[in-house]
């Protein structure tokens, strides 16, 4: 079988000049969820916009089960399910209207069963009759999440898809996700938040500046960049690390009244408990502590010294 | 694989139609109101002080001109609208990923548009019974002008739709050209009425084609003849045809 989507040599300036990407390959597996990982104007929306047609490649190949997106349009089209990053439905259109409307367009037979199941599995099927112009932001993305999914694709895009979305509608998506993702359905997410990915994806790519810095396992891109940090503020600022302290890698922030400790987070032994310890007996105070796992704009430093 | 997407067409088709039928009275008094309106200007006022052009009454002479000079605006307005909201709103995404080539896009859009026309044509040849005695001596040419100028008139429409940057272009072309065009095209009165030069000029005015090959599918005359009347509209239709073919294979204003 061949793969569900291939990318190669895909190359994309637009019109104002702005090349926004310099060839990308990419496979993507049957079956998995693969996180699109980078930052806003990474070339992320226009990658997935070339796959769905609705942006034109500059050069390249994209094959979508076996079928070229330019040669073998409708094939490759009938399989792909896209929510786009903004939402975009004719507003007075009511729910029902609108799903069934995208259903036939990508010519499948109408399947008021299926489409039931459908919006009741987004919460929606209460406001069926309802036009879009009445519903709130969040439940105008389930609608665009069921006008997606109304013609079954094998192939689902989602373009940052917790972008401005409250915890319920989050929640349920990732449930329909992976629900999705026990069906068969192949899913491609985007984002910036390196813990959706880290939650969701079985894969992750990371792309940056229109170009995919590496393709991983989501377990093991974590563990090769697991990096945290523990950030401690200090009763009183210091002007420099005390010798006693230099079994750590410490930095001083904030005018010295900020002590940061970068560590391993998948390390055997972390070092904390031991430099909390050594921080008392030297009589340093702290008022509060803090960790946060390296960010992304950390992992594309550490991406490109290794580069 | 499917070989063309009648459903998704269909989908289009009927989405369009039923955007029309949500105001469908407006769509229907605005027709009658205007109809009534040049009635009672045109066919009483002047036509009482003209009584006949060409061996027809006037009152019966411009209802050929009056179903064109509508389904000229009409077809245009409804065909730009229903391309260009969609670009504006961003709506335009989902046809544009769908597996749907260019042709059954247009077939889907200009079909709507067209049939609107059509339908509104013959509100007013109705209301137009009313007011006046009207002939049609060829049956058959009237409908096929209705028809061709409906669906060439809506393409070019469209093709204004996808060109338009902003509200202001989408009726520029209308309001600066069209009406114009259509004014002195003929609609009401004769071309061989004109002094020269205007009487030549006019032979560039490609509104007076249809005009007169439409007048004459009712009386019997016309200002040019069918064979030149026909010849333009097929030319211009295969001219809008080409436009489209060329704007959609270089996705021009539709895809980045
Ligand atoms: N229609 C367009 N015309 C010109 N430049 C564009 C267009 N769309 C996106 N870009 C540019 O291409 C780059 C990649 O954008 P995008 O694919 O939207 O990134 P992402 O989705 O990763 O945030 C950005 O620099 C953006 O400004
Ligand atoms: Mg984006």
Redesign the pocket.
Known sequence: MPSILSISGVE?H???G????GGVDLEVERGEIFA?L????????????IVCGT?TMTSGTVLVDGHDIVKDFRAARATIGLVP?EIAIDIFATVWNTVRFSRGLFGRAPDPAYIEQLLRDLSLWEKRDSKIIELSGGMKRRVMIAKALSHEPDLLFL??PTAGVDVNLRRDMWALVRKLRDKGVTIVL?T?YIEEAEEMADRVGV?DK?RILLVEDTAALMEKLGKRRLKLVLQHAMATIPAELADWPLELQAGGSQLLYTFDANAEGTGIPALLRRLGELGIDFKDLDTERSSLEDIFISLVERS | MLRINRSGIWAIYRTEMQRTLRTVWQSIATPVITTALYFIVFGGAIGSRMQQVGGVDYGAFIVPGLMMLTILTQSISNASIGIYFPKFTGTIFEILSAPLSAFEAVLAYVGAAATKSVAIGLIILLTATFFVKVEILHPFWMVAFLLITSIAFSLFGFIIGIWAKNFEQLAMVPSLVVTPLTFLGGAFYSIDMLPEPWRTVSLFNPVVYLVSGFRWSFYGVGDVSVAASLGFMTGFMALCLALLWWMFRTGYRLK?
């Open positions: 994309k637009y019109n104002s702005l090349s926004a990407l699109l980078g930052p806003n104007g990474a070339g992320k929306t226009t990658l997935i916009s942006v990053q373009d940052e985007t910036h792309i229109g | 980045p």
